[in-house]
């Protein structure tokens, strides 16, 4: 998992062609979220969805790197002033602390358009099939965009100020948090062809992992360590956000995590994925994450 997760950040720190002389300003604050020590998930969950059916690594590569892109424009937005008006980011100054924020909002666009672009290449430099790579243009633009991680953001922000029920909980963790994580792994199985069976049974398995997800991320906001983190916790109490444990508590939020994560396990256990090993590790190691 490390040797993908540093093969993901090679590429990514020379992803912008030479060529295209870009902003020297654009492409420092574009590089230092995307260099600022992510975990790499959702690449690694292309990547092993793919292997998972057969795929190839090589293959998986830039589609790994283009969601890491959507994800990192994601967190530079939501550390927004406007948003979530986050100071620190994996123990760093958040974009706009560091570049201002007209030049935060431009990083992440250039991130967000650039992905798009680093999905063809797996077409033009690695022989994925137009086809293949047309269905995860349209899954990106899907699982991302209003009715995927936007609309859930929105979700989210809009929780912020009324009244949430759980139903409404369950929506924004969907989309803010799940979708990308479902794009994932089915865009690993796109890229290895995977068929209908194959990409349902991985979409099974990303919607309860982005779901386990979510709630470990607002249990770790509230008893996590700052210094593991590399951000403040509380900020979930200090924004009044309703979550998961202010629902039902933090232990009942624990089982829920245990419970969604054997869920996700088992969606891969009916025979239709060939390799699910790494998958499956993945899950576990989720489930025991601190940061
Ligand atoms: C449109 C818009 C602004 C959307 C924002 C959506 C948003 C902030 C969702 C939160 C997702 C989440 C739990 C991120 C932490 O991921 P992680 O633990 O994988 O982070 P890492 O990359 O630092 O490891
Ligand atoms: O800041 P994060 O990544 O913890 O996400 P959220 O804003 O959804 O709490
Ligand atoms: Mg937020
Ligand atoms: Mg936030």
């Given at each position: 998992m490390k040797e993908i997760a540093e093969a993901v950040s090679t590429r990514l720190s020379s992803s912008l062609p030479a060529v295209w002389n870009v902003p020297e300003t654009l492409s420092q604050a574009m590089d230092y979220s995307l260099m600022a020590?992510?975990?790499r998930l959702r690449p690694l969950l292309v990547v092993a969805a793919a292997e998972a059916l057969g795929g190839s690594r090589d293959a998986a590569m830039p589609v790994a790197c283009a969601v890491e892109m959507v994800h990192t424009y994601s967190l530079i937005h939501d550390d927004l002033p406007a948003l979530?008006?986050?100071?620190?980011r994996r123990g760093k100054p958040t974009n706009h602390k560091v570049f201002g924020e007209a030049m935060a909002i431009l990083a992440g666009d250039g991130l967000l358009t650039h992905a798009f672009y680093s999905v063809v290449q797996a077409s033009r430099q690695q022989g994925v099939s137009a086809e293949s790579a047309l269905a995860i243009v349209e899954e990106l633009s899907r699982f991302a965009g209003p009715g995927g991680m936007v609309g859930g953001q929105v979700a989210d922000m809009q929780g912020e100020q009324g009244v949430t029920d759980l139903d409404q909980l369950r929506y924004i963790h969907e989309h803010k948090t799940g979708d990308l994580i479902v794009f994932s792994v089915r865009a690993g199985g796109h890229i290895a062809s995977g068929n209908a069976e194959q990409l349902e049974a991985l979409e099974r398995y990303g919607r309860a992992l982005g779901h386990a997800f979510q709630i470990q991320d607002d249990i770790l906001d509230l008893i996590g360590d700052e210094s593991k983190l590399g951000k403040k916790t509380q900020s979930d109490v200090i924004q009044q956000k309703v979550t998961y444990p202010y629902f039902i508590g933090i232990e009942a939020s624990r089982a829920e995590v245990e419970r969604l994560t054997s869920e996700a396990k088992q969606a891969l256990q009916?025979?239709?994925?060939?390799?699910p090993q790494r998958l499956l590790e993945i899950a576990d190691l989720l489930l025991r994450r601190d940061h």
């Open positions: 020590g992510g975990k979530d008006n986050d100071d620190f009916n025979g239709a994925i060939p390799n």
